[in-house]
């Protein structure tokens, strides 16, 4: 499959803002660059009207400009190899390209070949995810990660201590991406499905459930996730902002998920509750 990357020309403030627009028609991998961000979509899910009229809503606000390119998976996985730093979240874990050397002893160290799959650990919401999930136990659990992207809170799970992980997304090549990180990571525990909330029909409750998704997938297919925890299990979320917290918090009440805590940067957004009698 080939991708479409659309390059924004935006002052931090405002790119911000059109990643969480651009994201809600469909885009769900971005990197930042100096002047801006970019985002990509499957070529067949781009729509360019769609792009046009987020983009006209805000035109009037600074300097604002967008072009879009056409990539091939060939050529998508040499720039990410180009562009990809190794880097250390909250001084215990260590995310590189299998090509980048060993970091200095550290205790978790995961190696992701993203490809076209969103989960590098350089987005807020990832990092703060990890954060969140170094302070849950995960020894002997059964995990979900809804919304595996790379894998990459799937491996951390399993080098966590979880017993056993499965890794869900609703787009294909992530699903593979996820499956051939799990293995670069020896993580045999993982598996990854294809799908969104419905391959979850029938599954046994699970002790842990990661969901770095968006807000509308969220506060959507949330009952779902509730119905499979039991009394006194955690359930991290993230994919949403600091604003849409209270949201969150309401629908989370309605399936007996009480707020515990929550963890922020650059207004991104990582939350813990748990399942509540
Ligand atoms: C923000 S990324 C998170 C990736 C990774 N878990 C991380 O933390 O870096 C969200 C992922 O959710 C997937 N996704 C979108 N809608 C979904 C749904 N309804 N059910 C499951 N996965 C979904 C996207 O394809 C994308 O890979």
Redesign the pocket.
Known sequence: MDFVEVRVLAPRELADILVAELAEVGY?TFEDHDEGFCAYIGEGDFNPDAVAEVMARYSGIGTLDYSHRIITRQNWNAEWEKNFQPLIIADRVSVRAPFHPKPEPIEYDIVIMPRM???TGH?E??AL?IENQLGVDHAGKRVL??????G??AIMAAQLGAREVLA????PW?VENAADNAAENHCANIECRLG??EVLAGEAPFDLI?A???RN?LLE?MYAYAALLPTGAPILF??FYQEDLALIEEEAKKHKLAFQSHLTKNNWVSAVFTKVA
């Not at 990660?145 to 790379?150: N, P, R, Y």
């Not at 869900?168 to 787009?171: N, R």
Request: glycine share 16%.
């Open positions: 769900d799959s969103f989960g987005h919401t990832t995810m990660d809804m919304g595996c992207g790379t990459i809170l869900v997304d609703v787009e992530t969104g909330v990661l770095n998704i968006n997938v297919d993230s994919g």
